[in-house]
């Protein structure tokens, strides 16, 4: 019933493709904490691959041209889903390895402890123009770039949603954190994020904080409830402080020719390097003059320094209210008074 493109991004926690497998016990034969079940993969994986197929498919039908998608799995199913993913035309992004920092161990000592998780990030189609706030990402990494292999503990504690009897009430709950960096990357306030699986509400409530509109999909009675009572605790973060860093590449395109256009840089100035040692007037179509060189602002650059190449905007600097600056800063229009 959801409208086509409709919606800005798509996170999906689907099932994960596995069926009870006995008692959960130690090597030395002692039950764990009274919990008596394992889980371990079905083998109908026709089935699966066609449910898999069915819902991947109206994701891509509601998801807007330039959407993506995020989907998150274990190793009994992330491979199936990767392949059908690329199957009807998504276009794999990346694969983030969510590495849990306090993982369930490995009772029976039969396997490895499986420590992570797999996420698929994906555009609906190669020509999409997907939105990445490399910036965001990169501030909220400490200033280095955001990798694939994102370190984040299981959700303990409060954020640990449980029943009547003190059981976990979703057994594979996600934590806020891992949603919060994942709708911090690829979407924008205001944008439109669907969860088609979504269990207690977590990608909703962080979806509210964030000034994100949501979607939400769910068909267990105690799930719905749970995730609505989180969705009304949940505050949102004041707007003003949802404007995400933004990259030089993001910026709108400007010209210096429209600086000049506006007045924001007046026919005949002066502009010079950062060291002041050569210097350029500014003419009123927006090339600059510096001696026999007459050009765009990286042409004339690029000249006087006998490179290549230049980058204009950093390299010319400007007198400006009692301040030397790069002419970049212009680009932002005129200071506040």
């Known amino acids: ?36 079940a394992e889980w371990d993969q079905f083998t109908d994986f026709a089935a699966y691959d066609a449910f898999t197929r069915n819902w991947l498919a109206e994701a891509r039908r509601v998801l807007r041209k330039d959407g993506t998608l995020w989907v998150i799995g274990s190793y009994h199913n992330i491979f199936r889903i990767g392949a059908i993913l690329q199957d009807l035309g998504f276009w794999i992004l990346n694969d983030v390895i969510w590495r849990k920092s306090n993982p369930m161990p490995n009772f029976r000592g039969r396997r490895f402890t499986n420590a992570h998780e797999t996420l698929i990030w994906a555009a609906r189609g190669q020509d999409s123009r997907y939105r990445f706030n490399y910036a965001a990402m990169k501030a909220l990494n400490d200033d280095l770039q955001m990798r694939s292999d994102w370190l984040i503990p299981l959700c303990t504690g409060e954020e640990r949603l449980r029943n009547e009897h003190g059981l976990k009430l979703h057994p594979t709950q996600k934590p806020e954190a891992l949603l919060h960096r994942i709708l911090l990357a690829s979407t924008m306030a205001g944008d439109v994020v669907l969860d088609p699986f979504l269990g207690t509400g977590t990608s909703a409530a962080v979806a509210r904080r964030l000034h994100r509109h949501f979607v939400g999909i769910e068909r267990h009675p105690a799930y719905v409830e749970a995730a609505w009572g989180r969705i009304r605790r949940q505050k949102q973060a004041p707007l003003a402080a949802m404007e995400a860093t933004v990259s030089r590449r993001d910026m709108p395109r400007v010209s210096f020719g429209s600086l000049v256009e506006r007045n924001l840089v007046i026919p005949g100035a002066t502009l010079t390097d950062k060291q002041r040692r050569v210097a350029a007037t500014v003419m009123a179509d927006g090339t600059l003059v510096c001696g026999p060189h007459r050009g765009s602002i990286h042409q004339v650059g690029a000249a006087v320094q006998h490179v290549p190449s230049c980058n204009g905007w950093t390299f010319w600097h400007i007198d400006r209210a009692g301040a030397f600056v790069a002419i970049d800063v212009l680009r932002n229009g005129p200071p506040t008074p």
């Open 1 to 36: 019933m959801l409208p086509a493109m409709s919606v800005d991004c798509v996170f999906a926690d689907p099932p994960y493709n596995l069926q009870l497998q006995g008692e959960l016990r130690r090597p030395d034969d002692s039950l764990v904490d009274g919990v008596t």
